[in-house]
């Protein structure tokens, strides 16, 4: 079974968009699909069938203030409004709808990842925690801490998927994957260092001192998880798609062109994912 994975990265997850787009218009399927933060929205449209869809989620919608602003974070407690993500656009009456009917009829496994705030440990959500018009599963996965207040799913505060398993690689191959196309937001030779999260870390650790913990250490486990799949990848067993260069484009950059440009290099870049699956 092959299995793709889309670890997300906020607005740099339209390299992972043009990815799906592509697969889209060459009528590519997956039997496993497993998705962190930007990376779950950017399945979830590619299970819909939207070709298209979530690049203006990218470009257009995160420039409102609806989206992302100062004034959310005064007035919410959150700087992202994720329930106007994927609440008020995504809904069935939204501006652009998720098409939740084809995406409920995929047979496979699209797992969404979130982040215990409590333990610091992944949960892996089945495609059931999606529903009609409720697509909390999104917004706990792409929860960033400290810009974002938790999200509650079934009793539990959830974060970024990220923050505890950025890299899913090993969650693929326990669930019986034998080749794995991973689809990083970041060169693939960029090693990832301490720095902002360190500094996250120390202002969420007074009430969620596990998750403070698992995002203190985070780059760990990237890093681990990226130097995994380049060692399958030496054995023919996986394929990492990775952009070329992200130009100074961070989580949350609302920089238009530079989001095309990456949406254009993970169109490019699907090119080798057709010849690996072929």
């Given at each position: 079974?092959?299995?793709?994975?889309?670890?997300?990265?906020?607005?740099?997850?339209?390299?992972?968009?043009?990815?799906?787009?592509r697969c889209l218009e060459e009528n590519?399927?997956?039997?496993?699909?497993?998705?962190?933060?930007?990376?779950?929205?950017?399945?979830a449209s590619y299970l819909g069938g939207?070709?298209?869809?979530?690049?203006?989620?990218?470009?257009?919608?995160?420039?409102?203030?609806?989206?992302?602003?100062?004034?959310?974070?005064?007035?919410?407690?959150?700087?992202?409004?994720?329930?106007?993500?994927?609440?008020?656009?995504?809904?069935?009456?939204?501006?652009?709808?998720?098409?939740?009917?084809?995406?409920?009829?995929?047979?496979?496994?699209?797992?969404?990842?979130?982040?215990?705030?409590?333990?610091?440990?992944?949960?892996?959500?089945?495609?059931?925690?999606?529903?009609?018009?409720?697509?909390?599963?999104?917004?706990?996965?792409?929860?960033l801490p400290v810009a974002c207040r938790?999200?509650?799913?079934?009793?539990?505060?959830?974060?970024?998927?990220?923050?505890?398993?950025?890299?899913?690689?090993?969650?693929?191959?326990?669930?019986?994957?034998?080749?794995?196309?991973?689809?990083?937001?970041?060169?693939?030779?960029?090693?990832?260092?301490?720095?902002?999260?360190?500094?996250?870390?120390?202002?969420?650790?007074?009430?969620?001192?596990?998750?403070?913990?698992?995002?203190?250490?985070?780059?760990?486990?990237?890093?681990?998880?990226?130097?995994?799949?380049?060692?399958?990848?030496?054995?023919?067993?996986?394929?990492?798609?990775?952009?070329?260069?992200?130009?100074?484009?961070?989580?949350?950059?609302?920089?238009?062109?530079?989001?095309?440009?990456?949406?254009?290099?993970?169109?490019?870049?699907?090119?080798?994912?057709?010849?690996?699956?072929?």
């Amino acid at each position: 079974m092959t299995g793709i994975i889309d670890v997300g990265g906020g607005l740099r997850g339209a390299f992972g968009t043009g990815i799906f787009d592509r697969c889209l218009e060459e009528n590519i399927n997956f039997e496993y699909l497993i998705g962190v933060s930007a990376g779950a929205a950017n399945i979830a449209s590619y299970l819909g069938g939207q070709k298209g869809r979530n690049l203006t989620f990218y470009t257009e919608y995160s420039l409102r203030p609806e989206y992302m602003s100062f004034s959310n974070l005064l007035h919410n407690g959150s700087y992202l409004d994720l329930s106007y993500v994927y609440g008020v656009l995504s809904n069935s009456d939204g501006e652009d709808p998720l098409n939740y009917e084809k995406m409920a009829k995929f047979k496979g496994s699209f797992l969404t990842v979130a982040t215990d705030a409590l333990t610091g440990k992944a949960i892996y959500f089945t495609k059931d925690a999606y529903r009609p018009d409720d697509y909390r599963v999104l917004m706990a996965s792409c929860c960033l801490p400290v810009a974002c207040r938790p999200v509650i799913m079934n009793g539990v505060p959830c974060f970024d998927g990220g923050v505890a398993d950025p890299v899913p690689v090993r969650k693929a191959l326990s669930d019986g994957c034998d080749k794995i196309i991973l689809i990083l937001t970041r060169p693939v030779d960029e090693i990832r260092v301490p720095g902002v999260d360190k500094r996250a870390a120390a202002f969420l650790r007074r009430k969620y001192p596990a998750a403070a913990v698992a995002l203190e250490s985070r780059y760990q486990r990237y890093n681990v998880g990226v130097e995994i799949a380049r060692f399958l990848e030496k054995e023919g067993r996986a394929l990492i798609l990775s952009p070329d260069n992200c130009d100074g484009l961070k989580t949350l950059t609302k920089d238009t062109e530079k989001i095309t440009n990456l949406y254009k290099n993970g169109y490019k870049k699907a090119e080798k994912l057709l010849e690996f699956i072929r």
